[in-house]
């Protein structure tokens, strides 16, 4: 009797702790999706214009310095990311190095990303890794001849020390704009490196057609509260007009699934 009535409890403990288990999973991965769209990883790593496969890379990304074709974050093990464990994957978003020890192009986000928490990041892992794997492998990109990784690494060493690129002040309105949502990438200018200029910070990038949203009258001075919740949520310009191309892409995958404290923050933060 003693014994069935521990067998009993044994077997009741385990089917809560696994029901517990399955839980914080399922939770972590439902975080992880809203950071995930929080950080447009989407966009990137989808080639849409080819009907591509969700995350399986191969969009081509235009830049000064050639085409970059961003590869497969699927959990394949032999072309995308099956294989990695949570330290590679910590250190590819925050360092912007690879497993085997290489540098990533900066057409990556990971400067913005750098400031990601752990917690946050694994969380992203957790999501990306409950999505099916596709089998596709990474193309190469076409650079500029003098873009080794030689030059990479000295343009990393010298964008570390001159520029800090991006600034989060701990709130969660920056954390939205200057982490996840890396603003900066698009919205500040950069100097003939290709690095963010910092004394110019959201103030427009002309070669991305990316308009200044800084707090100055040619920026988002002159808009309330509702027409940059309208523009966040519908991508609606006080005009009337529609924001299109990349930040119609944004709007879509990012800033309209904010939750409404997620969208004051952001707000608040950049009316400051
Ligand atoms: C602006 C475009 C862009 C965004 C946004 C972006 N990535 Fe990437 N990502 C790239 C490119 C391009 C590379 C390849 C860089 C290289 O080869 O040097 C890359 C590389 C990676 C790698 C390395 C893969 C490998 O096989 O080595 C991982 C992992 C990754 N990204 C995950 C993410 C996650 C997670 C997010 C969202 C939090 C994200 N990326 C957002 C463009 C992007
Ligand atoms: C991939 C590049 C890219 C990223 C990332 C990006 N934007 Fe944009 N953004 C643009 C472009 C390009 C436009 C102009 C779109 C148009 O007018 O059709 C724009 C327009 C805007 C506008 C309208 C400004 C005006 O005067 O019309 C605001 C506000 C804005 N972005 C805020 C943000 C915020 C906040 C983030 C980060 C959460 C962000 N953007 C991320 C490229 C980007």
Known sequence: MFFRIVLMLYALISMAASADESEVDRAAIEQGRYLFDAANCYACH????????????????????????SPNITP??????GNWSDEDFIRALILGIAPDGHHYY???????????NREDILAIKAYLFSQPAVSQKNKPHQLAWY?????????????DLAAMPV???????????????????CHTPRNMLGMLKMQNRLEG?????????????????GWDKQELADLFR???????????????????????????????????????
């Open 76 to 81: 394949d093990k032999d072309t995308g990311i």
């Open 234 to 272: 519908y991508g609606e310009l006080p005009d009337g007009d529609y924001v299109a191309d990349h930040m119609g892409e944004v709007v879509d995958n990012s800033t309209s699934k904010w939750a409404d404290y997620d969208l004051q923050a952001v707000i608040e933060y950049l009316q400051r």
């Open 205 to 221: 990038n002309k070669a991305l057609s990316a308009p200044d949203i800084s707090t100055s009258k040619n920026g988002i001075g």
């Open 46 to 69: 989808t080639d849409v214009d080819n009907d591509g496969a969700p995350l399986a890379g191969g969009r081509a990304l235009e830049s000064d310095f050639g085409i970059f074709f």
């Open 147 to 159: 873009l080794s990784g030689f030059t990479l690494r000295i343009w990393k060493l010298l964008n």
């Open 106 to 116: 900066p057409s990556f986000p990971y400067l913005s990303y750098q400031n990601m």
């Open 167 to 185: 600034t989060y002040d701990g709130s969660r309105g920056s954390y939205l704009v200057d982490v996840l949502g890396h603003c900066n990438e």
